[in-house]
């Protein structure tokens, strides 16, 4: 194999992307990594751009074609991810890429490091993770979630669907704002402060800007079911005009076009509190009256099809 630097004028990338995988509150659904290690070997095209990868600066990607030439696309700034918006021409055979994060492992510790990744027009992975504390790389047995998006998204291929219903994105908005108003007020032992009144106005469905039921914010979140997908949030996100904000850091309106349904979904959840995790959690943390409603508001998290009763 031979690299350079020069990126030929078929490449196109967008540099306004942000890497999604970072330091995670523990009700996340994923982390960046996965979580078993395994001896090394596999595929030597996958194994070696993954090392490659590793050696550069974290959001950096390096592009193979079929006859074993490699290119190095440097990261953008602010900590972005090369592969965000890359679109690969049809002879590149495998992409590799690498980003600091935490990884979640059998033994529930989380190491921080070094992940690289490289996939394949195939869809085979090989992920090699370095922790802060090692110079020596462990070979881990999957890629998955963005991570694994954001490589096949960049070779044209099509990413699994998300199974997680698209109310989840305003819940866990809601859910996010809840868990930030709770800190601010000094964490569950100030929850006799908090009531659903307060809790309320901070749903974002909610544009009354005045108190409701717990009954109305059900409504509310189910219409938005009944009348959303993954698919038609990400086309609207990207028929947004071209400098419109972005509607989560990174997501701009080119990102969401360059996305699929199931990659654009992980994208936003990952960026959002997993519903049903930060709803037990804050439950539990608030008790009382105010659990209760916010049981009843969201209650059907785990099921949105279930009626109100």
Do not use: K
């Amino acid at each position: 194999m031979h690299s350079n630097h020069r990126l030929p004028p078929f490449f196109s990338r967008l540099d306004d992307g942000r890497v999604v995988e970072r330091e995670r509150p523990l009700s996340a659904a994923l982390m960046a990594g996965s979580a078993q290690a395994h001896p090394a070997g596999g595929d030597p095209l996958l194994l070696e751009l993954a090392s490659q990868a590793l050696d550069r600066p974290p959001g950096s990607a390096v592009v193979a074609d079929s006859g074993g030439a490699t290119i190095t696309l440097e990261a953008p700034p602010g900590n972005g991810l090369a592969l965000i918006g890359l679109r690969c021409p049809p002879a590149t055979a495998a992409v590799a890429s690498s980003v600091r994060c935490q990884t979640l492992w059998p033994d529930d510790q989380r190491r921080p490091g070094v992940l690289a990744w490289s996939v394949d027009r195939d869809g085979g992975s090989l992920a090699l993770f370095r922790d802060e504390a090692s110079s020596r790389a462990q070979s881990l047995s999957a890629v998955a979630g963005t991570l694994l998006d954001a490589a096949l998204r960049s070779l044209g291929r099509p990413t699994p669907q998300c199974p997680s219903p698209a109310v989840w994105f305003p819940d866990g908005v809601f859910l996010h704002r809840v868990s930030a108003m709770l800190a601010r007020r000094g964490g569950p032992c100030g929850r006799r402060r908090l009531s659903w009144d307060s809790l309320s106005v901070l749903y974002p469905l909610n544009d009354t800007g005045a108190p409701t039921a717990p009954s109305f914010t059900r409504r509310l979140r189910q219409r938005f079911q009944a009348s959303n997908t993954w698919s038609s949030l990400r086309h609207g996100a990207a028929a947004l005009p071209a400098g419109a904000p972005a509607i989560l850091p990174g997501l701009t309106p080119p990102v969401a076009g360059w996305l699929d349904d199931g990659a654009f979904a992980r994208w936003v959840l990952s960026r959002v509190p997993d519903a049903p995790s930060a709803l037990d959690w804050l439950c539990r943390s608030l008790g009382g009256p105010v659990a209760d409603r916010l049981a009843l508001a969201l209650g059907d998290v785990h099921d949105p099809s279930t009626e109100p009763r």
